[in-house]
């Protein structure tokens, strides 16, 4: 009998803190890490009109942290590029308006026949963010325990 694989833990609804610079980082990383180009056209502009979609007080020095969990970010963030045309682009191939394309170990599509997928790239943001604060509470679960008890 196949036992189905448990949930990572990592994808549970509790809560942690991000910033506005965090999420604008981790997109900047996955959109490069998902171009076949060096970087996608237009980086500088698809991070100011994500950076503008974010609900935030930018009045305020403490606007731009806010609370989320991963399984409300990765929907946050999908969301947000519906605001961003210059991310909404890259989801398009330079040429052609290709929906298939056959890959094979000896051969690849050409880069301009390619395209960022943008349910991929928000789960990656989600994913790449929600790792690095679980991560920062268990360190600071390590520092806060008693010596000895870990």
């Given amino acids: 009998m196949i036992e189905m694989q448990k ?12 910033t506005v610079d965090e999420l604008l980082g981790a997109l900047a990383q996955w959109a490069v890490q998902q171009t076949p180009y060096l970087c996608p056209d237009d980086l500088q502009q698809g991070l100011e009109e994500f950076n ?16 989320t969990s991963c399984k409300g970010l990765i929907p946050f963030v999908r969301d947000l590029f519906e605001a961003c045309p210059t991310i909404l682009a890259w989801n398009s191939p330079k040429i052609g308006q290709h929906t298939r394309a056959f890959y094979s170990r000896n051969s690849q599509p050409q880069a301009d026949y390619a395209f960022i997928d943008l349910d991929a790239l928000a789960r990656n943001i989600a ?3 929600t790792v690095s604060n679980k991560y920062n509470q268990a360190q600071e679960a390590l520092r806060e ?3 000895g008890q870990v």
């Fill in 7 to 18: 949930k990572p833990e990592i994808w549970d609804d509790s809560t942690f803190l991000t």
């Fill in 52 to 67: 503008l979609a974010i609900p935030y007080d930018r009045t305020s020095c403490y606007g731009c942290i806010f609370e």
């Fill in 127 to 129: 994913h790449s963010v």
């Fill in 145 to 147: 325990a008693p010596r």
